[in-house]
């Protein structure tokens, strides 16, 4: 059995590359190989046939719009790359949005005063220069059945997007997913009727929604509203109990929820005690009816959020404490970025060990916590977070697919301290079906690969090596969320 330095260079981690050369991998459909395939090791080809016919879970998600349904490159780009996702603040407020529902000729007027388009040319070019979007229109073509350019796939992909809700339901037939856990916190201002499209079209595929506290405090916590402290907290738990016990997340039940203040804040802490959020807040107010706090849209979204820092951990103590009364999961966004929506050095997943420990009179309770977006790029740090509490768990989503020849390297790092049952398959896809599909393609691919390595090193048998693939693909989902299949 090599040691673990002759072990990470056959995986190609640190140096060697003896797998990691062999990533073409299986093609276009689950059942059907693409070119390159033949160079997958017999050990992890062998593994990725039985784990094609697995069905993943997709633990975290959104929901999607019909508005992509007909494309171009650079709108297929944008959409898709995470680097444009602040496209909008690199102009004034609104600006952006007025030169993309604009005429040619408003167009031409704004770009005179704020040189949008060439702006916007330059992001669209450096993401169209990733390796990831070269290796995803290789993957669509083969599914499409066109040649291997962005303008033949989409060409093909609008073809198909006449009819686009049968386009979603093959995508999401092909990548073989059963549940797919939909945060609603972002759905691009979709109602219950827009999300009930969505889930129609995947179907058979199960969209179950997860409620996210970020959204009701967004509402509660406005200036239009301006309400105290004790008015929040009320109207907080009654929309989280409606949402966990009823059907009040747009007209389904939730099956837990999500959190988004590791960016905003940083280190979080479990807040228990009201007195201190009660100052907190009502300093905030005080100061933002004088004018002195700064808008929630401006750029030092570091301060804003700083300020009301009690009472955010206040009420998402609260939150969390309602979900473990329920022994449901609460996801924590901890990794990637999503600049400038957070702050990227906030996103440590270490920041948020004592959320985790959830201590109260010095006993360490057991709220189930996901950290999502597998901590990237600090992997290791979520590993072992994952590995030392025995309520926290390793979600791989975002990384899977962006990261593509990256994740054998994650599978890697996750598996040498996390448990496979505490390792949870999700890809955040959002804007784009393509997004899930390559995720739920790929993950398996590279999954096929990690556990392939451990076989021939004599660390796991093959049945071993399923089994753990099925807990991450989708058992731990569905017991993590009660779900019935």
């Given amino acids: 059995m090599p040691d673990r330095r002759e072990f990470l260079s056959l995986a190609g981690v640190g140096g060697g590359s003896a797998l990691l050369g062999a ?17 997958l ?23 999607l719009t019909f508005d992509d349904a007909q494309t171009d490159p650079d709108e297929f780009v944008e959409r898709l790359a995470l680097s444009a996702f602040p496209m909008d603040r690199y102009f004034p407020v609104g600006v952006y949005q007025r030169w993309r529902s604009s005429d040619a000729a408003a167009r031409s007027e704004l770009d005179a005063e704020y040189d949008i388009a060439a702006i916007r040319a330059r992001v669209i070019e450096q993401a169209g220069e990733t390796v990831f979007l070269r290796y995803l229109v290789k993957e669509l073509a083969a599914f499409l059945d066109c040649d291997a350019t962005l303008e033949a796939v989409l060409e093909a992909r609008n073809d198909r997007g006449r009819d686009y809700a ?24 979709m109602d219950q009727d827009g999300v009930a499209r969505f889930k129609a079209a995947i179907s058979p595929t199960r969209g179950r929604h997860i409620l996210r506290v970020d959204t009701i405090l967004g509402g509660l916590m406005s200036e239009d509203l301006d309400l105290d402290l004790d008015e929040i907290e009320t109207r907080m738990m009654a929309e989280i109990e409606a949402g966990l016990d009823g059907d009040g997340n747009l007209g389904a ?20 005690d009201p007195a201190p959020a009660r100052r907190s807040w009502d ?30 951990r206040y009420l998402h103590s609260l939150a969390l404490e309602a979900c473990l009364e329920r022994d449901m999961p609460m996801q924590f966004h901890a990794g990637d970025g999503e600049a400038p929506r957070g702050i990227m050095r906030n996103q440590d997943p270490f920041l948020m060990e004592e959320m985790v420990r959830f201590e109260r009179h010095d006993v360490m309770r ?17 590993a072992w977070l994952t590995h030392l509490y025995a309520n926290c768990h390793f979600e791989l989503s975002l990384a899977a697919p962006l990261i593509h020849h990256g994740m054998l390297r994650m599978f890697l790092e996750v598996m040498e301290v996390v448990p496979f049952s505490k390792i949870l398959f999700g890809s955040d896809a959002y804007h784009l079906p393509e997004f899930y599909w390559l995720a739920a393609k790929w993950g ?28 991450i693909l989708h058992e731990n989902n569905r017991r993590l969320y009660h779900l019935d299949g």
């Avoid at 999401?172 to 856990?181: G, H, V």
């Avoid at 039940?253 to 479990?270: C, E, I």
């Avoid at 096929?448 to 807990?471: F, H, S």
Wanted: net charge negative.
């Fill in 166 to 189: 049968s386009y979603l339901g093959a995508m999401f037939a092909d990548a073989n997913i059963e549940n797919a856990m939909l945060d609603m916190g972002y759905r691009e201002g």
């Fill in 41 to 63: 090791d017999p050990t992890a080809r062998a593994l990725l046939n039985e784990l094609r016919e697995i069905p993943v879970d997709d633990t975290h998600c959104h929901p």
């Fill in 253 to 272: 039940p939730s099956y837990g929820m999500k959190s988004y203040l590791l960016p905003r804040l940083g280190l979080l802490k479990p807040l228990f």
């Fill in 283 to 312: 300093q905030f107010r005080a100061r933002r009816a004088r004018g002195e706090v700064p808008a929630g849209d401006t750029v030092d979204r570091d301060e804003y959020w700083q300020l009301q820092s009690e009472a955010l």
């Fill in 23 to 39: 990533c073409a991998g299986q093609g276009a459909g689950f059942g059907t190989v693409s070119a390159g395939s033949e160079s």
């Fill in 366 to 382: 057991m709220p189930q916590v996901i950290l999502i977006h597998a901590g990237y790029p600090l992997i290791g740090r979520a």
């Fill in 444 to 471: 398996r691919r590279f999954l096929a690969q990690a556990l392939g390595i451990y076989v021939d090193a004599g660390i796991l048998n093959r049945d071993e090596a399923v089994a753990g693939a099925r807990m």
